[in-house]
């Protein structure tokens, strides 16, 4: 069972603290102040740091990136939760379905129900993001969850 987290909205000044957790894991940061993606800081209910997530919308469809738990925490779900809280948001901003794109995580989200697509197949606007064709390299997997 995931733990409980609370998510806290970044606003565009707050995000150095995202970039770092980023490059520390080695994942694209270089346009987390860029207009339009919305961040979220994520903590256990002690208040303790563990985590970033994001979205980017298109009309129905969310495009989810940057999720990182901090490293004192992996292990524990709380990547699980990360990724339960965006699809919450995702909801709540009437989007249908969720896509992401990974190179190292592939796995856990084929166990939190997502499948796998070509690239092809995603929508244009989620392949015109900056994640999709600039920032993620051509072998990341593509990976799509419908929101129900």
Do not use: H
Not at 44 to 61: C, H, K, M, R, S
Not at 94 to 117: D, I, S, W
């Amino acid at each position: 069972m995931a733990p409980a987290l609370t998510a806290f909205p970044l606003a565009v000044w707050e995000r150095d603290g995202l970039a770092a957790a980023l490059r520390k894991a080695n994942l694209p940061a270089d346009d987390v102040t860029a207009a339009g993606a919305l961040f979220w800081r994520f903590s256990t209910n002690d208040d303790v740091p563990a985590g970033f997530g994001g979205l980017e919308i298109y009309g129905a469809d969310a495009l989810m990136r940057s999720v990182v738990t901090l490293p004192p925490l992996r292990g524990r779900g709380i990547g699980a939760a990360i990724i339960s809280g965006l699809e919450a948001e995702a909801r709540l901003a009437k989007c249908m379905a969720v896509y992401l794109l990974t190179t190292t995580a592939q796995r856990l989200f084929e166990r939190l129900g997502y499948t796998q697509l070509e690239r092809g197949q995603a929508p244009a606007a989620i392949r015109a993001s900056a994640q999709f064709s600039l920032l993620c390299p051509d072998n990341a997997a593509v990976m799509l969850k419908r929101l129900g």
